[in-house]
């Protein structure tokens, strides 16, 4: 929806420095931006990028040091007025499924809330429930006795096992898989014979899952992603972990059973972490480090098997220089050598 | 179902030592059993939670040396007993769809068995068959000619290509794809022509697949899972690969093209094996080993490339030291010098 | 359907060396091809196969240096041969859906190509579009404005979200997700604020996709994968990625976000590339490389943090004498204290 640049400045509270009458149709990052197109720089230590960009207006945070010849929207907070804006410009970006199809199936006793839209073929089962605007896309399957909180957006091809529970504002990607069997055997004679997995999952407010996750219900009590923790991609959450609040899992990262993770604990990416283990609030993990013990808040760690990064770091320089060293002890032999004669 | 504790005992066959009055209504871990539900222990070298646990009493194994003031059931095999009693106690806890939804589609000619379940949208190409009491959720597809023993549960938006054998008593959880093209190519001038991967998929009985599990069908031939084997979610089988029976495969782990896996051989999370190796019976892996050469029977592997666990411990507590061995060297080095002089 | 030697001989403009009578019903790999099958080798160095194959026919390469005692097909390039001669020995070997199902549900404004097949339960939202010939099987979801192109074929179980845009003889296997979220957060006291993902992702012709890969939108403007690339399971493209053409990404590796792979790169399998790189044309990486800082063309990298190859087998050697080496430097340490005194 067209909007003047005024307007927008008027409708998210900010501050306009420059001529607002310029018509926005679209928004755009500030390299690829056109006319017609507002951007955003989150921070002002980007604000160089205003200089270059053909956007018709960028909003911007209020510590901007240097003026421009180019209209600007001063907010407190740019990321929150950009989904705001995106909301009034490109209300239909998102065709999110409207209503109840006719070709859902949903059980008797089901408890489906308010204003909630189900897209073709859902399957809700007996029990479970559904909060107020929360909406579910093609070919969700959502198991016995399973909660899902309000205003979520479940994408197409989703399975949520029984007796999950699943809280507000949850957004969960395509192919995810929550509720599915720990993996958990007892090796009698060389057979494994299977542990039935009798727990369930918690999905707090405001998590974020990425496509194709998997989160294993708990052998007993409960698999737990703390509220406001974001998972990306193709990432492994095992049986009877509890993920504390805030936590960002970049993609491919694994983490084994029953490990307890801390608040706003950060893994790069094809990170894993092994089993039992406790990892402190505010730990930060470069990508492929593999975690085998527990390690205390705020540490950052990175290499297989991971150490402090400084450790880590010191150790790759060395590693770097082996092959020298090599021929430097070689050389200090044949010195001794010759000395002892 | 309520059941007391006595009955329970008499129905695994246990022996009771207490009161058997207790009236179970559930199951739970030791650690968070409370009033009214029965907990486990598998080994007696647990047996010190039996002090501490609130549970209304627990299956124990019959070499317990202690005596304890709460109800024991004693047992061969407490795990085998678990399993019994959930059926009897949590008759209702995995509501398995019953019966055929009048919305599944199934070619004419496919050959479905006695009290198989077929949840909504299942579909079941020509020339399919479905062994009895075998279980599909629905979005379930069944490829042409695929067959599919009994007393098997597929769970939800399981992807299951043509001309796949399955045995009996086969799990696979949701997401999971079998039969899905192998990674070949011929390469021509620097652009890849797909080589056609006409063989197939055989899953033998009693194997368990994970969530979001990749399979892919052989370039001839066939891929094999032997009986027994259990893989974890998210893991990659390529194209012509055998993995032998009662094989562990943890979440994340990949092995390549036309590898050779024996019996009993289990990785860790995240392990890679390269392709037309040879691993031996009953091969450890640790997590994250990258496997890039063949190894024999009860080889105990780890690190990256992989090393027998004992020269690769040694390795890593050699590079843990590193940083000080460049010190001493340059230590030597100083000594020297000053020797010479 | 079967055929005579002679006759597929001619069907693919082959010289056939030998009896020519023999009834061909199937196709199979050298080793394990029987009477009645036709079996292929790619190039002469793989002629010794040809002593021991019980094929009843072998097509070979031109350049074959023996005779020998079974009938040939000489031809320019016989992976081609295989591809044609499986058409028509093998006719209905995947069993494609055809036609239009009654229960998709495409929306009234998208616009179907000829000869299209759409599969039970497929979903084609509005303004999307199918080229002509392109095949989606069963529970496919089609976003709002995608377009498909031509000669696609879409297999079970695959989302492809609003506003992807894929080309011509684009295969995706099933369980994957094209078109999913980026992951993009701006972190507020401790919390993480979702940034909106508004780009799209397009996928260029004769492009690859394996079973449960994951390839998300851009934030602004587009992911891409460039013609020609071949991409293995469970793979992981982050927001913003470029790869160029005629890559080969191997099963299990990850890309992170706006990194840009150049043409005829080939990575191996669980390889990780960190964000904002620059991977030149036709790099090489071994299986498990974590790429953490940018490589020129033509480099062939190994290891973790990733080295050019030789470096990194310099490195690896050395850490195998590394536990030797501390032997050596406390043998110079004793024989200095000695000389010392």
């Given amino acids: 929806m067209q909007k003047k640049l005024?307007?927008?400045?008027?409708?998210?509270?900010?501050?306009?420095?420059?001529?607002?009458?310029?018509?926005?149709?679209?928004?755009n990052g500030i390299n690829e931006a056109g006319k017609g197109e507002l951007a955003f720089i989150l921070s002002s230590k980007y604000e160089d990028l205003i200089g270059s960009t053909k956007a018709s207006g960028v909003?911007?945070?209020?510590?901007?040091?240097?003026?421009?010849?180019?209209?600007?929207?001063?907010?407190?907070?740019?990321?929150?007025?950009?989904?705001?804006?995106?909301?009034?410009?490109?209300?239909?970006?998102?065709?999110?499924?409207k209503g109840i199809h006719?070709?859902?199936?949903?059980?008797?006793?089901?408890?489906?809330g308010n204003n909630i839209a189900l897209g073709p073929y859902v399957i809700i089962e007996k029990g479970a429930s559904i909060g107020d605007n929360t909406i579910l896309y093609p070919f969700c399957y959502v198991g016995k006795n399973t909660k899902i909180g309000k205003n979520c957006v479940i994408?197409?091809?989703?399975?949520?096992?029984?007796?999950?529970?699943?809280g507000d504002r949850v957004i969960i990607h395509s192919g995810t898989v929550v509720g599915s069997d720990g993996f958990g055997y007892d090796t009698q004679n060389s057979t494994h014979v299977k542990i039935p997995q009798l727990g369930v999952v918690v999905i707090e407010d405001d998590v974020e899952l990425g496509a194709c996750v998997t989160i294993d219900r708990a052998r007993f009590s409960k698999t737990v992603i703390g509220k406001g923790t974001k998972i990306d991609n193709l990432v492994q959450i095992a049986h009877n972990v509890t993920l504390g609040p805030n936590c960002l899992i970049a993609a491919q990262s694994g983490i084994s059973g029953s490990t307890k993770v801390g608040r706003n604990v950060v893994l790069g990416g094809q990170v894993g972490i092994a089993d039992h283990l406790k990892i402190g609030d505010f730990v930060v993990a470069g990508a492929k480090t593999g975690i085998s013990k527990s390690f205390p808040a705020k540490t950052v760690l990175f290499w297989y098997p991971a150490k402090p990064v400084d450790k880590a770091r010191d150790i790759i320089a060395s590693i770097g220089l082996l092959p020298k060293l090599f021929e430097r002890v070689r050389a200090l032999e044949d010195k001794i050598k010759e000395l002892d004669k």
Same sequence: chains 1, 2, 3.
Avoid: Q
């Fill in 155 to 166: 994408y197409p091809n989703v399975t949520i096992r029984e007796e999950v529970l699943i």
């Fill in 59 to 97: 909003v911007v945070p209020r510590d901007i040091k240097k003026s421009f010849n180019k209209p600007l929207i001063m907010v407190d907070n740019p990321s929150i007025a950009f989904s705001k804006i995106i909301n009034i410009i490109l209300p239909d970006r998102i065709p999110h499924p």
């Fill in 6 to 27: 005024k307007d927008i400045a008027k409708f998210i509270n900010g501050e306009l420095v420059g001529n607002g009458e310029a018509l926005i149709n679209g928004i």
């Fill in 102 to 112: 006719p070709s859902v199936i949903v059980a008797k006793n089901a408890d489906l």
